[in-house]
């Protein structure tokens, strides 16, 4: 049996800690996520949320889980472009040439 399998034996329609799930099975609780992508690219109704993770009883839960995805997905990818636009400005700064000072009681630093 995968561990897939013995994950998907775990889900009911009561939810489950991933850290649970990880205690039980003998894994890390970065297996058990890895597992439950693939049983949800499978074609399973595996619902998360706070309080765990379980099955989908009915079409209706499988929607609202995916519409919240779907609004996690678009709050990380802001989050992710606000992040690279930093980067790039740290960047420039970073590579920026020094700032040379005027020596004192030259025309530059009194012109300035």
Not at 57 to 68: F, I, K, L, M, V
Not at 76 to 92: E, F, I, K
């Given at each position: 049996m995968t561990d897939a399998e013995r994950v998907l034996r775990l889900l009911t329609n009561a939810s489950v800690k991933q850290a649970d799930m990880a205690f039980v099975l003998g894994l890390s609780t970065r297996q058990v996520q890895e597992c439950l992508q693939e049983l949800r690219l499978a074609g399973h109704p595996i619902l998360s949320d706070g309080d765990g993770i379980?099955?989908?009883?009915?079409?209706?839960?499988?929607?609202?889980?995916?519409?919240?995805l779907r609004r996690r997905l678009?709050?990380?990818?802001?989050?992710?472009?606000?992040?690279?636009?930093?980067?790039?400005?740290?960047?420039?700064a970073e590579n920026r040439p020094p700032e040379i000072e005027a020596p004192e009681g030259s025309l530059w630093r009194i012109a300035s």
């Open positions: 379980r099955t989908a009883q009915t079409a209706d839960e499988a929607r609202a889980c995916a519409d919240a678009r709050s990380q990818y802001r989050t992710y472009r606000a992040l690279r636009n930093t980067a790039r400005a740290m960047h420039r």
